[in-house]
């Protein structure tokens, strides 16, 4: 029982922290149909630029400071770049961002170098928060929950509740209409992928601390926040909340139970005790291919529902 809470609370964590960043490239890719590869860069440079500003003026001012600027960043992105290559299709923006991936990244190892970062958790939150069964909570851990579910209220509200949000999502479907009713529809879309560029400088703030503020950190949190955001379905914010909930439970406990695919077999009657290759691999301790299996789940979401969960678009 001890494994299994304190297990759900980390899942719970690094799930909420996927969310953070995948949430932003949802609504980038469902507001203006573009998959930005370059979304985990983003995520990076709020870890780099929280780490700066934190050792200047504080954690808190870090927290505003740094989304910020990586909106701005994102503003400027689509307005200089997106926005000029829109016009050739859909291949001219991924190669965008694609490139955008290696600037970015060696942008930072020229400024900072390839280093980790000594970007700790603040001391006012470096405490447990309560214990379970012996194991320590830690604070920090419940103000990433904290900042997670406000961020997922404060993006469901505007969406859903404001004028703003009504006009964000007028412009995908009929972006002419919204012209013709007096509203400017590209800044519209700047708005957007800023907002989306902001969410995961958030992330990077939050989970740069929690995790390793470092130059290829954005190659480790990319391929599975694509994995979450195609499980959850292109274009779904409640999709992406699921996946990224799912993932970040399986990835948790796969980790931390020792167990085969063929214990698991087991109580549906079936011996995977072959003696081929086959029995081989279900002999293989989950720990070891617990990394693996969320892009496993992905090849099957697409053999079966191609749109994912909870998807609008075709993937």
Request: charged fraction near 10%; aromatic fraction near 12%.
């Amino acid at each position: 029982m001890e494994i299994l809470i304190v297990s759900l609370l980390n899942g719970l964590v690094y799930g909420m922290l996927l969310f953070m960043l995948a949430s932003g490239l949802t609504l980038i890719f469902s507001m203006m149909g573009v998959l930005n590869f370059a979304h985990a860069s983003i995520y990076m440079l709020g870890a780099y630029f929280a780490f700066e500003v934190s050792r200047w003026v504080g954690f808190i001012p870090a927290l505003i400071v740094a989304p910020i600027l990586c909106g701005a960043i994102g503003a400027a992105i689509e307005i200089f770049g997106l926005r000029r290559v829109h016009h050739n299709g859909h291949i001219a923006e991924l190669l965008f961002t694609f490139g955008l991936v290696f600037i970015i990244q060696r942008g930072l190892q020229m400024i900072w170098g390839m280093l980790p970062m000594p970007y700790r958790v603040p001391a006012f939150l470096d405490f447990p928060l309560f214990v379970v069964y012996g194991a320590n909570f830690p604070a920090y851990r419940g103000f990433m929950l904290l900042i997670s579910a406000v961020m997922l209220l404060s993006i469901f509200l505007l969406l859903k509740k404001t004028r703003i949000g009504l006009i964000i999502q007028a412009a995908l479907t009929h972006p002419q209409m919204v012209s013709a009713l007096g509203h400017n529809v590209p800044v519209v879309f700047t708005t957007v992928f800023a907002g989306g560029c902001l969410l995961a400088g958030l992330a990077g703030v939050i989970g740069g601390n929690y995790l390793t503020t470092e130059s290829s950190m954005a190659d480790a949190m990319g391929p599975i926040v694509f994995v979450v955001v195609v499980f959850g379905g292109l274009g779904s914010l409640a999709g992406c909340f699921i996946a990224s909930i799912l993932m970040g439970m399986i990835q948790t406990f796969a980790v931390v139970f020792d167990v085969t695919l063929g214990d698991l077999l087991k109580p549906f009657g079936i011996d995977a005790g072959w003696d081929n290759l086959l029995g081989e691999i279900f002999t293989v301790p989950m720990a070891r291919i617990g990394p693996l299996l969320p892009y496993a789940m992905m090849i099957l979401i697409l053999l079966f529902r191609p749109r994912g969960l909870m998807g609008t678009r075709d993937t």
